[in-house]
C-alpha cells in the first residue's frame, strides 16, 4: 500500500441483512462507496444504486462507522463493502480495516461485492476478506464486453479470493447461452460457484424473471440467489 489514506469517499450506511448471493439472510453492516467504472444501462434492467453511488462524502475512518454498527459487528453481522465499484478505492479499504482493526481490536466478517472488472490487490485477495461476490455483467448491461470483462481480474479473484461466488443477473432466456459461451464453457469461472439471480428491482419485475431464471438453474444445476431486500421493501433502498 502507497500513500496513507484516513478517509474513505462513503455514499452510505445502513444496517440491515444481506439481500443477495451466499450470504443472503445474514444481519450486515452495509458500506456503501461511490463510484463505478460501469454505467449498466442495457436491455431488461439498469443498476438500482446509481442515485446513491453516484454521491460520496470524504469521511474520516473513525466517522465511517457509529458505534451501534460497530457492536452488530462485533456480534457477528457481516460488514458488506460495495458500491459502485468499491475496489476503486482498494487502498484506501485496506488501510481502513487495518486502522479497523487496531482501534477495535476484531476483525470483522468481511464480504465484498464487485462487478470483477477491477484485480484486486495483495492485502484485499490473500485473506482479510472472507466473502467475494462476483457480479461480473453479460451483455444485458449495456456494457461492451472489453469494458464489462476483465479476464485477468475474474481469474485472480478466482484464484486467490476466499469463498468467491458469481451472483449472474438474469433477464431472459438468452442470458443463459451467454454465460456458457463466454464464462463457462470458456472456463474463465469456476460453474460450480454461480448462481443466477433474476433480474428486477421491484416486486413486479421480479414475478416475470424469477420464473426464467428458477428454470435455468433446474435445467443446467446452477444455484439461485433471490433479491431478498426486493421481495421485503420493494423500491425503497438504505433499509
Ligand atoms: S457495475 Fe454495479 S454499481 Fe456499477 S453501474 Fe453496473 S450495476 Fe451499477
Known amino acids: 500500500m502507497g500513500n496513507v489514506k484516513t478517509s474513505l469517499i462513503v455514499s452510505e450506511v445502513f444496517y440491515s441483512i444481506q439481500g443477495e448471493g451466499q450470504c443472503a439472510g445474514i444481519s450486515a453492516v452495509f458500506l456503501r462507496l461511490a463510484g463505478c467504472n460501469l454505467l449498466c444501462s442495457g436491455v431488461g434492467w439498469v443498476c438500482d444504486t446509481i442515485e446513491v453511488w453516484k454521491k460520496g462524502r470524504h469521511t474520516y475512518f473513525?466517522?465511517?462507522?457509529?458505534?451501534?454498527?460497530?457492536?452488530?459487528?462485533?456480534?457477528?453481522?457481516?460488514?458488506?463493502?460495495?458500491?459502485?465499484?468499491?475496489?476503486?478505492?482498494?487502498?484506501?479499504?485496506?488501510?481502513?480495516?487495518?486502522?479497523?482493526?487496531?482501534?477495535?481490536?476484531?476483525?470483522?466478517?468481511?464480504?465484498?461485492?464487485?462487478?470483477?472488472?477491477?484485480?484486486?490487490?495483495?492485502?484485499?485477495?490473500?485473506g482479510v476478506v472472507n466473502y467475494w461476490n462476483v457480479s461480473f455483467k453479460l451483455s444485458t448491461s449495456g456494457e461492451p464486453y472489453e469494458k464489462r470483462v476483465n479476464e485477468l481480474a475474474l481469474t485472480t479473484i478466482g484464484r486467490d479470493c476466499n469463498n468467491v461466488s458469481y451472483k449472474v443477473v438474469i433477464s431472459r432466456e438468452e442470458d443463459i447461452l451467454e454465460l456458457f459461451k463466454d464464462f463457462l464453457d470458456t472456463k474463465l469461472i469456476d460453474e460450480s460457484k454461480v448462481m443466477l439471480m433474476p433480474a428486477g428491482s421491484t416486486q413486479d419485475e421480479l414475478t416475470v424473471t424469477r420464473p426464467i431464471v428458477v428454470e435455468a438453474c433446474k435445467a443446467f444445476n446452477l444455484g439461485y440467489t433471490d433479491r431478498l431486500h426486493i421481495v421485503i421493501w420493494n423500491k425503497k433502498t438504505g433499509v
Open 62 to 126: 473513525q466517522d465511517v462507522l457509529p458505534v451501534e454498527y460497530i457492536q452488530h459487528l462485533e456480534n457477528g453481522a457481516h460488514l458488506v463493502i460495495t458500491g459502485g465499484e468499491p475496489l476503486l478505492h482498494q487502498e484506501a479499504i485496506g488501510q481502513y480495516l487495518v486502522w479497523f482493526m487496531s482501534v477495535h481490536n476484531f476483525k470483522p466478517i468481511i464480504e465484498i461485492e464487485t462487478n470483477g472488472t477491477i484485480v484486486p490487490e495483495w492485502y484485499l485477495s490473500t
